[in-house]
């Protein structure tokens, strides 16, 4: 492919974290997905950044070469290099950020900044059923909890989010208490699918609007568990099952009560989620018993574009390179990148 064609072929780097993720999009089609995951941090119960950004150093030229190689381009044929701006880890987001400028003023190419919780909304375009605008997008991740109202593939609007701890950070704290090993939120949905989610009742916060709160339940469970070792020090190694599923049940209650509710108000049908916790099986599924009850067209990702991934970057910057969105050699990194 020779990027004197017509074609645009971009090279998307992802390094908002702890996955070091290359991606090649061919005229708006993703070619690859490149990912490479840092085990590290397991030891660690949680990830650690400064062994993030030597990870990242590490894989980021492996990864980029790879996606280069199964595309089946030379680095010539790329017209544009996009990478993740923020929100996420300082160290990490340089690593990417830093790559990105130097291959772009080697190859004269320009730079596309891309803000992550976006790129996540709009890997819904990478294959697939596609939503109509206007859609509502719950994303949901370790950092982040928000409803966006989506009008269009570069304008979104934040609507709702959460107040304090995103429901991935409550679901990983939450499986430490249960002394599951991290990352604990997939585990959880592991051992709920076995479970009775309403054989344990937790207290749902009461916000107003459609913002959310985490903090109080992560609270409750904790006591909870406190009282529970007190009668019987064996409770959740005999419990694990129903625990999380009550547990999963709940946070599930919470995120789809302000969905819904936001659904109706802005008479949407086509609604979507997004982020790592829209792997969670029992958050699918809740999704689509509701979507019957309310004529909703859901649209959910695939599981590979679901957690980070450089399928999602290269997909924004694809738009962003149509509109001719750009940005310059003085871009640096925003950890707390809003949209």
Known sequence: MDKNTGDINILAIESSCDETSASIVANGKVLNNIVATQKV??????????????????????????????????????????????????????????????????????????????????????????????????????????????????????????????????????????????????????YAQQGNPNAYSFPMAEIKGYDYSFSGIKTAILYFLREQKKANENFIEENMNDICASIQHTFIAMLLQKLKKAANKHKIRHIAIAGGVSANSGLRASLQELAKKHSWEVYIPDFQYCTDNAGMIAMAAHFKYLAGDFTSQTVSPMPRMSF
Not at 155 to 177: C, N, R, W, Y
Request: proline residues 6%; aromatic residues 6%.
């Open 41 to 190: 941090h397991e030891k660690y119960g949680g990830v650690i950044p400064e062994l993030a950004s030597r990870a990242h150093q590490q894989n980021i030229v492996p990864v980029v070469d790879q996606a280069l190689k199964e595309a089946g381009m030379d680095k010539k044929d790329l017209n544009a290099v996009a990478f993740t701006r923020g929100p996420g880890l300082l160290g990490a987001l340089l690593v990417g950020t830093s790559f990105a400028k130097a291959f772009a003023l080697g190859m004269n190419i320009p730079l596309i900044e891309v803000n992550h919780m976006q790129a996540h909304i709009l890997a819904h375009f990478i294959e697939g059923k596609t939503p109509s605008f206007p859609f509502l997008c719950l994303t949901v991740s370790g950092g982040h909890t928000q409803i966006v109202l989506v009008k269009s593939h570069l304008e979104m609007e934040v609507i709702g989010k959460t107040l304090d701890d995103a429901v991935g950070e409550a679901f990983d704290k939450t499986a430490k208490l249960l002394g599951l090993p991290y990352p604990g939120g997939p585990l959880v949905d592991k």
